[in-house]
Structure formats: C-alpha cells, structure tokens
C-alpha cells in the first residue's frame, strides 16, 4: 500500500509539472516583454487576437478592451496597423468584423485595419501573421493571462513581439478563474504545437 501511494503521489506530482510547467515557464520568461501602453517599443503593427462575441455578434467586453488597447496605441503613434485576428466559426460570427467596428468607433481610419478571418487559434494568429501578412515586429494585445502564451507563440514562429496587456476593467471572478485554468492547457498544447507538431493552418 505505501509503494501504491508514493508511486501515486510521484504520478500526480509528474502531471502537475507537465501541465503547469510550459504556464510557469512562459510567465517567468517573457515578463520583461510586457509593458504599460505607454512604455512600450515603437512597432509597424499591433496584432490583436480574437477574443469571442455576443449573441447579437458584437465584441464581448474582453474583445472590446483588446481593440480599445490597441486604438490607444495607434492614436499615441505606437504602432501604423491594426492586424485583427479572430474566427469566422460559421454565418453571422465574425470575430475580426466586430473587431473593426470596435476600432472604427474608436476613430481608427479603415487604411489602418487588416482583418485576418482565420485566427481561429493563437497559433494561427501568429503563424499567419508572419506567413501571411509578412509580420516579423509586432506588440501584441490581449489580456495579461495571454500575453505570455502568445508572446512564446509569437518568438517561435518568427515574430519579434512585445506586449500589451488589455485589462482595462475588473472581469467576472468566475470567468477569470476559467481562463487561468484553461491557460494551463493551452500553454501546454501551445508547447506541443511548437516544438513537436508544427502544424500549418491554412494560409488563403
């Protein structure tokens, strides 16, 4: 019984070190890349990631405070383009659509705004962005539970990445403690995909 129970407790030990391992690792090492919109480095474009829509199809808050983040940042001259990258998962949902609604209202010229319809994963974003719209210097804007997976996601595929963290009001207690959750497995995935996968999402 105690050999069970130690070998027991080793596994789940080994379990939380794969999963929280990738969290732990990208939290530490890019920290030093996340700024305050004020203090961060000059880049060509601000990648926004999608971020999920209402019923009625407009931008959720979390959605709304990435493009308000990323508005700022062009009106104070920080970056020239607005790369809005989200899903179109099926008729009437159109994440980059909302996207640029959000950014328009905000005073954002339509010569400033790229929408990328294919986002339908972080790491698609970012190979797309470089594959496809030939980003290699980006800021990246999301909330702070994201940056540090898409700012490795980024680094790995070819794009020099600071970011930006879009917290610009105090989200639902629940929904946070769904993300941090979820961001232990996306982290690990994210991982998987870089280092063992590869995988190449579609660049039409």
């Known amino acids: ?18 999963v929280c391992g990738p969290r732990l690792y990208t939290a530490l090492r890019y920290a030093g890349q996340m700024y305050a919109a004020a203090d961060v480095p000059a880049a060509p474009v601000a990648l926004v990631f999608g971020a999920g829509l209402n019923r009625n199809g407009s931008a959720t808050p979390i959605l709304y405070d990435r493009v308000a983040t990323a508005a700022d940042l062009y009106h104070a001259g920080r970056v020239g383009k607005l790369l809005l990258s989200g899903a179109t998962t099926w008729a009437g949902y ?3 659509l909302a996207m640029s609604a959000v950014a328009r209202e905000l005073g954002v010229p339509d010569d400033a705004l790229v929408l990328d319809s294919a986002g339908e994963r972080t790491y698609d974003s970012c190979y797309r962005a470089q594959a496809v719209y030939g980003v290699t210097d980006a800021i990246l804007v999301t909330q702070a539970f994201h940056l540090p997976r898409a700012l490795f996601l980024c ?17 639902r ?7 941090s959750v979820r961001e232990l497995f ?11 996968a590869r995988p190449v999402p579609t660049l039409s």
């Open 1 to 18: 019984m105690r050999t069970a129970a130690r070998l027991l407790v080793m596994l789940i030990g080994a379990g939380a070190v794969v």
């Open 94 to 96: 159109n994440e980059p």
């Open 155 to 171: 680094e790995a595929l070819g794009i020099q990445a600071s970011g930006v963290a879009a917290d610009r009001r105090v989200y």
């Open 173 to 179: 207690e629940q929904s946070v403690r769904f993300w």
């Open 186 to 196: 996306a982290t690990l995935a994210a991982a998987w995909d870089v280092v063992v």
